[in-house]
Structures are given as C-alpha cells and as structure tokens.
C-alpha cells in the first residue's frame, strides 16, 4: 500500500510501533521517510524501530534526523548512542551544549572520553556530572574509572567505595580496573553484572567480528578434538558461556538434548534463534551448575574462563554436573607467568599448572591438550589452551 496518504501510513507506523512489530515497523516508517524526507522525525522513528528490530544499519537514518535537525537533542541522543570513542564524545558534547542537565549523556561522555584515552578530560566531565546528578551510580564509577586512568589509585579507590554503595554490582566494571592496577584481588574483578552489560551490547554484531575479524576458531578446534577421541554423543550436553550459540553448533553434534548457560540476556536471544538448544537459561554458570541437578554427559565452555578468575570453583561445579567419565572441552587463555591474572583485553588469562591443579582437584584428568590461537587479539593471535577433560 505505498500509495495511501502519509497521514494513514504514519497512523499505522505508530500501531505496529505500539504492538512492537518492528518489521512493519521499519517498513511503514522507511515508505513515511521516502514520501517526505523533509521530516525528520520520519528518520529517526526508522531507525529506532530497526534498532528494536535488531535488523539493518541504523546510523544512516539518525545521520538523516540530525541534519535535517541538527539542535534536536533527542536525535542527537539517540545518533550518539550508535557510535563509539571521540565520535560518540563529539556528539555528546553538542547535545550538552542544548542540554546540560542531560545526566546521562554527561556520564556517557566521560565513558567515551575515556575509551579515546582522554583521561584527564573524561575526570572533569565525570565530576560535572557528579554535580548534575549526584543519584546518578554512573557518574561516580566513570569518575573512579577516569581517576585510575590518570594514574591516581587512592582516587580511583575512594571513588569507587561510593560508587559501591549505589551499584553493588558493578555494571560498569569498575573493579575490573581496580583489579589491573592492584588495589582490589584479581579474583573479584569480573562482575557478572558487567560481562552480561558488555555482551549485551556486543550482540548484534558479535557473530561477524568474532569469527570475521577475530578469525574465532575455538569450538570448531574443540569439536576437532572430541571426533579425534572418538567421542560419542552423550545424551544430555551443556554449552557453559553459550553466548550467541556459535559453541552449540560444534556441541549439538555430541548431545541429544543440549542446555545452554548464559549471562547476557541479549546473547540468549542470538542463541535462541539457532533452533539448535532445547533449553536456555539465563545464569551465571558456576551458581547455576551448583544448582543443577547434573547428569551431563558432556560441557563445553569455549571462550568463558576469560570471565572467570580461580578456575577451582568452576571446574570443581563442572565436575559435579558430569556423569561418571563425563567430558569437558574448554579454551583456556594461557597465561606464560603462574597462577591466572588479568591479560590482554582485559579478560582473565590462566597458567597451565593452575587449570591442571584446578583440575585435578576436582577430579577431572587432562586427556587431551593442544595449543595454538582460538582469535586474534588486538591484532595478536591469542595464546591458547585447548582441552579435553574426563571426569575420572
Ligand atoms: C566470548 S563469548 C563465547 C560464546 C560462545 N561460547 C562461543 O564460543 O561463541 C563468552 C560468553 O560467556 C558468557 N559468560 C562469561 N562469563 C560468564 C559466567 N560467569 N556465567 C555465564 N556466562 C558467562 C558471556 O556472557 C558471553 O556470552
């Protein structure tokens, strides 16, 4: 129906908009910005119902929205939150200048000053924001953050412990940061809270930069290992870390019934529309493997102990959800100096006398080991630790 009158388009754009059919959507409000392009709104509608979609690119249609109107800090707002790094701050910086009471826009920009390493710059934003919007959690860990990578830990610290207080969990990972700078234990860096807001986020395009620009070859390699074992399908599989389901693929050829475990609600949904799990579960692995009740015949966990610290608790819970000579396969980040710690890209990074002392404590045997790179990071192959693991 792309000759009706705009006026009818528009009417029904805002019910399909109402009844979040983001498809229809998308469609009513790219006919409404082609019959009148003059009409900002039109653009800015289109994109966000393909961002709700979760289809298509949709800065281009914001782009459109803020040049047709350019003082319209909604649009701006919006148009920002697509982009990354100085970009991201630029904009922000104009929909201050329309909106300085924007509380979220001033912590989102020391956020971006920081990625862009504008430490100094990101602090004074971070303590303007403070003042806006003291209720604001954001703006005392962005300030934390902005003052640990200025170099003052002391500041970082105190910031921290009030930021603590507001988000005691941790969504924005400031414990990460205290933790790479040795005034908080290793072990307590990653939050769940913020490994699910980080793949949260990274979901739409998770899939095309981890297996195109990262080269990931983790479970495709795992999987390698299981047929060189002569590993059989094991009844009922679960898929520790799950993330998007690239690791389910590999994993299904092994399992009769496969579960699949993830922090990240958006990375859930990847998964869940793979067809290839019979169940997914939105947890934290190590508290929902204690809380299963086991019978697995077979786990991977590709890619995941990055997230975690101590492998012991996760591999003795892994343990304890396996059937008698049960299996995992894992990557490990290897780490060349003892114990584990916090490596490049800021994710955990293991030695291999810790995961075989983890290990064997939870008594699982080493039954089959190979190392080589299961990605690229920051443009380095990642050194890694693929294994095979049976429950003794
Ligand atoms: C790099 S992705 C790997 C996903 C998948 N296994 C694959 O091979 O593509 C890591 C995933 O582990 C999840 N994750 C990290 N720590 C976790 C934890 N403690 N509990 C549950 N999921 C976790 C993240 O949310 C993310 O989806």
Request: aromatic fraction near 6%.
């Given at each position: 129906?792309?000759?009706?009158?705009?006026?009818?388009?528009l009417?029904?754009a805002?019910?399909?908009?109402?009844?979040?059919?983001w498809?229809?959507?998308?469609e009513?409000?790219?006919?409404l910005?082609?019959?009148?392009?003059?009409?900002p709104?039109?653009?800015n509608?289109?994109?966000?119902?393909?961002?709700?979609g979760?289809?298509g690119?949709?800065?281009?249609?914001?782009?459109r929205?803020v040049l047709?109107?350019?003082?319209?800090?909604?649009?701006?707002?919006?148009?920002?939150?697509r982009?990354?790094?100085?970009?991201?701050?630029?904009?922000l910086?104009?929909?201050?200048?329309?909106?300085p009471?924007?509380?979220?826009?001033r912590?989102?920009?020391?956020?971006?000053?920081?990625?862009?390493?504008?430490a100094?710059?990101?602090?004074?934003a971070?303590?303007?924001?403070?003042?806006?919007?003291?209720?604001l959690?954001?703006?005392?860990?962005?300030?934390?953050?902005?003052?640990?990578?200025?170099?003052?830990?002391?500041?970082g610290?105190n910031?921290?412990?009030?930021?603590?207080?507001?988000?005691?969990?941790?969504?924005?990972g400031?414990?990460?940061?205290?933790?790479?700078?040795g005034a908080l234990?290793?072990d307590?860096?990653?939050?769940?809270?913020?490994?699910?807001?980080?793949?949260?986020?990274?979901?739409?395009?998770f899939?095309e930069?981890?297996?195109?620009?990262?080269?990931?070859v983790?479970?495709?390699?795992?999987?390698?290992?299981l047929d060189?074992?002569?590993?059989q399908?094991?009844?009922?599989?679960?898929?520790?870390?799950?993330?998007?389901?690239?690791s389910g693929?590999?994993?299904r050829?092994?399992?009769?019934?496969?579960v699949?475990v993830?922090?990240?609600e958006?990375?859930?949904?990847?998964?869940g529309?793979?067809?290839l799990?019979?169940?997914?579960?939105?947890?934290?692995?190590?508290?929902?493997?204690?809380?299963?009740?086991?019978?697995?015949?077979?786990?991977?966990?590709?890619?995941?102990?990055?997230?975690?610290g101590?492998?012991?608790?996760?591999?003795?819970?892994?343990?304890?959800?396996l059937?008698p000579?049960g299996?995992?396969?894992?990557?490990?980040?290897?780490?060349?100096?003892?114990?584990?710690g916090?490596?490049?890209?800021?994710?955990?990074?293991?030695s291999?006398?810790?995961?075989e002392?983890?290990?064997?404590?939870?008594?699982?045997?080493?039954?089959?080991?190979?190392?080589?790179?299961m990605?690229?990071?920051?443009?380095?192959?990642?050194p890694?630790?693929?294994?095979?693991?049976?429950?003794?």
């Amino acid at each position: 129906m792309a000759n009706r009158p705009p006026r009818e388009t528009l009417e029904a754009a805002r019910r399909a908009t109402k009844k979040r059919d983001w498809p229809l959507a998308s469609e009513l409000f790219l006919e409404l910005s082609r019959a009148q392009p003059e009409q900002p709104s039109h653009w800015n509608n289109l994109a966000l119902a393909r961002i709700h979609g979760g289809h298509g690119e949709p800065t281009c249609p914001q782009r459109r929205a803020v040049l047709l109107c350019p003082d319209n800090a909604n649009y701006l707002n919006n148009l920002s939150a697509r982009e990354r790094g100085d970009a991201r701050a630029r904009l922000l910086e104009r929909l201050l200048v329309i909106r300085p009471d924007h509380a979220r826009a001033r912590a989102d920009q020391a956020f971006y000053l920081l990625q862009a390493g504008h430490a100094d710059a990101a602090l004074r934003a971070a303590r303007v924001a403070h003042v806006v919007a003291p209720e604001l959690s954001e703006n005392l860990g962005r300030a934390a953050q902005a003052q640990l990578a200025a170099g003052d830990v002391d500041g970082g610290a105190n910031f921290f412990r009030r930021y603590s207080v507001l988000d005691p969990d941790d969504r924005l990972g400031v414990r990460r940061d205290l933790a790479r700078v040795g005034a908080l234990d290793t072990d307590q860096a990653m939050s769940p809270a913020f490994v699910a807001g980080v793949f949260d986020g990274y979901s739409e395009r998770f899939d095309e930069h981890l297996t195109g620009t990262l080269g990931y070859v983790g479970p495709r390699v795992l999987g390698g290992m299981l047929d060189t074992l002569s590993i059989q399908p094991a009844g009922r599989a679960v898929d520790l870390g799950c993330g998007s389901g690239l690791s389910g693929i590999e994993l299904r050829r092994f399992a009769d019934h496969l579960v699949g475990v993830d922090l990240s609600e958006r990375m859930l949904e990847r998964a869940g529309e793979r067809g290839l799990y019979d169940a997914l579960h939105k947890a934290e692995v190590v508290s929902w493997l204690e809380e299963s009740s086991g019978g697995f015949g077979i786990a991977m966990a590709a890619d995941v102990t990055s997230y975690l610290g101590d492998l012991a608790p996760f591999l003795g819970a892994v343990s304890r959800a396996l059937l008698p000579n049960g299996i995992l396969a894992m990557t490990v980040h290897e780490r060349s100096a003892s114990g584990f710690g916090i490596a490049v890209g800021d994710t955990y990074s293991h030695s291999f006398e810790h995961v075989e002392t983890a290990a064997r404590a939870a008594g699982l045997r080493i039954m089959a080991i190979e190392r080589g790179a299961m990605r690229m990071e920051q443009k380095q192959p990642l050194p890694t630790m693929f294994l095979v693991l049976g429950k003794s």
